[in-house]
């Protein structure tokens, strides 16, 4: 059984950045597109951003295009989410998802 753990969540001023990661325990960031979702309060889980298994191609939410990147490092054994500019709207429990492994996410709370 995969398990996928997020780190690097925490409190920041609007304007503020942080950089998720999330860490596999076994390989699969190279075999499966891996993404980014999360879940404001009272919300539906929505997708963030995700990463092709060549590492190469990404894609993003139109709600923060411009301000998070997420990228691999070239173990393939961890995926990142740098976000900046964050806005209070980008509050929320943040997930790491690959094929259908889930972690348990890390929670990303921006204060105006």
């Known amino acids: 059984q995969v398990q996928l753990v997020e780190s690097g969540g925490g409190s920041v001023q609007t304007g503020g950045s942080l950089t998720l990661s999330c860490a596999a325990s076994e390989r699969v960031f190279d075999l499966y597109t891996t993404g980014w979702y999360r879940q404001a309060p009272g919300k539906e889980r929505e997708f963030v951003a995700a990463l092709g298994r060549s590492g190469t191609s990404t894609y993003y939410a139109d709600s923060v295009k411009g301000r998070f990147t997420i990228s691999r490092d070239n173990a393939n054994t961890t995926i990142y989410l740098q976000m900046n500019s964050l806005k209070p709207e980008d509050t929320a429990i943040c997930y790491c998802?690959?094929?259908?492994?889930w972690g348990k996410g890390t929670r990303v709370t921006v204060s105006s």
């Open positions: 998802n690959a094929e259908r492994y």
